[in-house]
């Protein structure tokens, strides 16, 4: 009976979020967010949206935590209930229960989007350390007024160094250097490989290296075959979204990483997200 109850309030939650979102997209994004701000304080949260004008962009705010977003529903959806907690629910994702972080160890976040892993590491690691790599135009953005202290690159990372087509779907988060099924823009983008980045970047030791690229991934580890000896731990998203035919890219990453001296130590399978570390 409870399980009853609990799907009922549920499909009640969902209807409501439904109804309030088809509003929400036909509303001024100041009315939006004071709509949003009343939902979600009627479910006890503490987070409170604002849009500014100015920078066109969308603020959540959680005591002393914010995060500016681009596209409304994505980042009402994202950051309804907690903003600490959307941090928890990646880190969770790729495993990192398992990595032991220091204030001075780097992170490097490919398709860092809007920074959402660095909520789990802010009290883990220095800002400084933590590098964002993101092609969006928009997510830049959006990066560099959430993380000034980071290291914020607007590229993405490829099999050799120029420049590409970027697919555009910000609104599911779905943007790729390989086409989709669906996108709504191509914008001419920088590439570099890791191993150019870090020798430009002088990184000779990385923590870890996160890397979520849509479907691009196999063509990463392809320019980070100098890179990836300095790296401890390696977490992935070898999901199935790579290109129209929305292949997943897992066992061309698995076999990568093997043969390059990791093992895998735990993996989240809904998301085909895992983490390796060097052995």
């Not at 977003?69 to 398992?98: E, V």
């Not at 870890?208 to 998203?237: M, Q, T």
Request: proline share 4%; aromatic share 12%; glycine share 6%.
């Amino acid at each position: 009976m409870n399980k009853v109850i609990r799907s009922y309030v549920g499909l009640g939650y969902r209807t409501i979020v439904l109804a309030l979102r088809r509003l929400q997209i036909i509303c001024p994004p100041k009315l939006a967010c004071k709509l949003q701000n009343l939902f979600v304080a009627l479910h006890g949260s503490q987070n409170r949206f604002t849009y500014d004008e100015e920078k066109r962009l969308y603020i959540v705010t959680e005591a002393e935590l914010f995060r500016y977003f681009g596209d409304m529903t994505r980042g009402f959806d994202f950051y309804a209930r907690s903003i600490k907690k959307r941090g928890d629910n990646i880190a969770t994702s790729y495993c990192l229960k398992h990595v032991k972080f220091s204030s001075n160890d780097v992170v490097i976040d490919c398709g860092a989007n809007y920074g959402d892993l660095h909520l789990y590491l802010r009290d883990k690691i220095n800002e400084k350390n933590y590098i964002a790599i993101e092609p969006g135009p928009t997510e830049y953005q959006c990066l560099l007024n959430s993380l000034p202290k980071a290291r914020i690159l607007n590229l993405g990372l490829s099999n050799s160094d120029g420049e590409l087509d970027f697919y555009l779907c910000s609104k599911s988060g779905d943007s790729s250097l390989v086409m989709p099924k669906k996108y709504t823009e191509v914008v001419r983008v920088s590439v570099k490989t890791l191993d150019s980045l870090a020798e430009d970047l002088k990184i000779t030791k990385c923590r870890l290296l996160k890397i979520e690229a849509e479907g691009w991934e196999p063509e990463i580890f392809h320019g980070a075959k100098e890179f990836i000896k300095f790296c401890d731990y390696v977490a992935i998203d070898g999901g199935p979204e790579r290109g129209v035919n929305e292949e997943a890219t897992f066992p061309a990453i698995n076999n990568f990483l093997m043969k390059n001296g990791f093992e895998m130590i735990d993996i989240h399978g809904p998301y085909y997200r895992a983490l390796f570390k060097k052995v």
